[in-house]
């Protein structure tokens, strides 16, 4: 985990390098940014080899579309209906996490978490309210795509709240974190693009990504680990 660590970080300033110098150098991103992804799910085939948890399979699954999401929206200025397939290609992912995170509890959001303290439900889904308020009147044809991404993203994000008591609480929390961090990347994305500028965007954008994907993929790692020894 150290060493990939260290790779992977090497991937972020490249990716991050290959965004400050997009005008002279576009064809950088089409390297960095594929191997966000990928070197992620890389990490985890090695790591885990030994491993035929159907939890594994989602998980890889769910990381192949994200990568399938970040090489359709290196296309977005070429044509605008590739930010439509990214994003499908990316809430197709957040399915395949909620099935994976589901592999370790009982019910998605039947379970004990949600029942002494309901008003939990509030932080994903009253946050996900929130931000389609504030986007709604400029969505325009994308209102209902957008509103069924945050719908998942939000579910996404409860599923990996309802683990807590459930898995080692290291897998738990990375998982939670990198829910956290993806919740934040696409909030800062949507209102980006449909509501105002944000200063830096891109820079955020990416940074709460690829920590968002590598510290569910150290929590995958974590819950794998402890189920197979």
């Known amino acids: 985990m150290k060493r990939f660590t260290i790779v992977f970080i090497l991937i972020m300033l490249a990716e991050l390098l290959a965004i400050y110098n997009q005008d002279l150098y576009p064809w950088f991103e089409y390297i960095s940014k594929p191997l966000i992804v990928l070197s992620l799910i890389i990490f985890l085939l090695a790591s885990t080899s030994g491993s035929k948890l159907p939890f594994k399979k989602w998980i890889i699954v769910a990381l192949v579309f994200s990568w399938f999401g970040d090489i359709l929206l290196m296309f977005v200025d070429q044509k605008s209906n590739f930010f439509l397939f990214g994003l499908i290609a990316f809430l197709i ?56 991404y945050i719908f998942i993203i939000s579910t996404m994000f409860a599923v990996a709240m309802s683990r807590y008591g459930k898995v080692v609480l290291s897998s738990f929390t990375w998982i939670l974190m990198g829910a956290v961090f993806f919740v934040a990347s696409d909030s800062i994305l949507a209102i980006n693009k449909f509501h105002h500028q944000i200063i830096y965007a891109p820079y955020l954008i990416m940074i709460t990504y690829m920590l968002a994907q590598y510290f569910i993929v150290r929590g995958a790692a974590l819950q794998i680990e402890e189920q197979t020894t």
């Open 93 to 148: 992912s957040h399915v395949f996490y909620i099935v994976a995170f589901t592999k370790t509890i009982h019910k998605p959001l039947d379970i004990e978490l949600f029942r002494r303290y309901p008003w939990m439900l509030l932080i994903p889904y009253g946050y996900a309210f929130y931000v389609y308020s504030e986007l709604k009147s400029h969505l325009n044809e994308m209102s209902i795509p957008v509103l069924i």
